[in-house]
């Protein structure tokens, strides 16, 4: 019988959980930080197949099967509600720690039967473009944008 180390049990959720944090934290940014979400799911990768060898499960191919699809859909589960709660934070934030800018609609296409949109805003030198599915608008319009100030491209429109 083998002995299972807790430590190495432990070593697979802490690779879980700091994966899933790399990715929800990281992939939202717009320079070379997006690129630390990988990072993150590999990380997340290693940890979720290390997992089950921990336990020391023996696998036959029906086992197996059933494991590993109970396995995929809970931890997708998992991780998708991760996601929904980051989100929700995300969209708290910010709805409370916003700031406020105008900005300017310089495109609009049409495009797949919905007009899109192109409004840009400068934040510290540095001009920031983003695209929205809107019809509301045209180019050369004034809107209210709020935005976060650790990442610029996160934001939404408030009115015209």
């Known amino acids: 019988m083998k002995i299972i180390k807790k430590n190495s049990i432990f070593q697979a959720l802490i690779a879980i959980i700091s994966g899933i944090l790399f990715c929800l934290i990281f992939s939202f940014y717009q320079d070379y930080r997006k690129y630390l979400a990988t990072i993150g799911f590999f990380i997340l990768i290693?940890?979720?197949?290390?997992?089950?060898?921990?336990?020391?499960?023996?696998?036959?191919?029906?086992?197996?099967?059933k494991f590993f699809t109970i396995y995929f859909l809970l931890t997708l589960s998992f991780i998708g509600f991760i996601f929904f709660l980051w989100f929700r934070y995300q969209d708290n934030r910010l709805q409370n720690y916003g700031h406020y800018t105008k900005a300017i609609v310089v495109d609009k296409e049409l495009?797949?039967?919905?007009?899109?949109?192109?409004?840009?805003?400068?934040?510290k030198n540095e001009k920031i473009k983003y695209r929205v599915t809107n019809s509301d608008f045209n180019i050369g319009d004034s809107i209210l944008v709020k935005f976060m100030t650790d990442n610029p491209y996160q934001n939404e429109i408030i009115e015209k």
């Open 46 to 65: 290693y940890g979720t197949f290390n997992f089950p060898r921990l336990l020391s499960i023996k696998f036959n191919t029906k086992n197996f099967i």
């Open 111 to 123: 495009i797949r039967g919905e007009y899109e949109i192109t409004y840009s805003y400068n934040y």
